[in-house]
């Protein structure tokens, strides 16, 4: 009977695990290999929930500052829980205390903060508008 128990509780947090969102954690001012495009076979992958073991629901962020009075650039990726974290919050807090926030976004899908999305969506805004400008 006990055996059973043990194995029902193993097998339910697999389960948790398994779902379990998963997100870039890093910074760049402890690893340079977290400015975009990332090196993903060296930045830290993170199971969100396995700080709390409560049920919260989680995003990934990925955001670029800037210290305003050196200008030097920083990228951040991590989890935050979800609907916690709104990007122009964050920058209005920022901006108080010294730093331009240049770039922020939050998602939902697993390893989705390394930031290949918005360099490829950006290439594509630009071709449209090569196109738009110059063909015809």
């Known amino acids: ?6 194995w029902l509780f193993l097998l339910c947090f697999a389960v948790t695990l398994g779902n379990a969102l998963v997100c870039y954690q890093c910074r760049t001012s ?8 990332i090196n993903k076979t060296s ?3 993170h199971h969100c929930n396995s700080r709390n073991s409560d049920v919260v629901d989680y995003q990934c962020v990925a955001y670029l500052e800037r210290n305003s009075r050196t200008n030097s650039s920083t990228v951040s990726r991590h989890c935050v829980v979800k609907n916690d974290f709104d990007c122009t919050n964050f920058a209005n807090n920022r901006r108080h205390k010294g730093y331009i926030v240049d770039e922020c976004y939050v998602c939902d ?6 930031g290949q999305k918005t360099a490829a969506l ?5 071709g449209f508008i090569f196109v ?5």
Do not use: E, W
């Open 1 to 6: 009977m006990n055996t059973k128990l043990v």
């Open 30 to 37: 402890h690893n340079q290999d977290c400015y975009s495009p």
């Open 43 to 45: 930045i830290q992958k």
């Open 109 to 114: 899908d697993d390893l989705c903060n390394s």
């Open 122 to 126: 950006f290439a594509l805004t630009l």
């Open 132 to 136: 738009g400008r110059f063909c015809m």
